[in-house]
């Protein structure tokens, strides 16, 4: 969960750096592209060394927690925080940048665990 909010908070840092100091965009259009810029780059990157590891050794890709359905499950996330964050803004007529960041901050409140209450 701390991994989740540094992230969080690394990217809502920038977004205010591209914003004020470069001038590029809002704050909020930068938050959205700098946290989707991110996303992205870490799905590729899982999915590498899903390919490395699979080519290498199955055992081993089982070892690491690295697999095909974790990817998919963290693209699945991503694409339902931005259809929840439409929703909202078409329900509630608030800026979609705005809501983005705060159902982005609120999904790092939760965890997503694969183990058993018994372990």
Known sequence: MLKKFALW???FGL????????????QGQAF???YLGVTVAIILL?????????????????ATGISLLAVIIFM???VIALF?????????EVDFFTTFQIMTFGAC???????????
């Open 9 to 11: 908070f690394i990217c």
């Open 15 to 26: 977004s205010f750096l591209v914003a004020d100091v470069f001038g590029w965009t809002d």
């Open 32 to 34: 959205l592209y700098i």
């Open 46 to 62: 899982m999915i590498i060394v899903l390919l490395i590891l699979g080519v290498a050794c199955k055992e081993k890709m089982i």
């Open 76 to 78: 699945v996330v991503t």
């Open 84 to 92: 929840a964050t439409w929703v909202a803004t078409k329900l509630f």
């Open 109 to 119: 409140l939760t965890s997503l665990s694969l183990k058993s209450k018994d372990d």
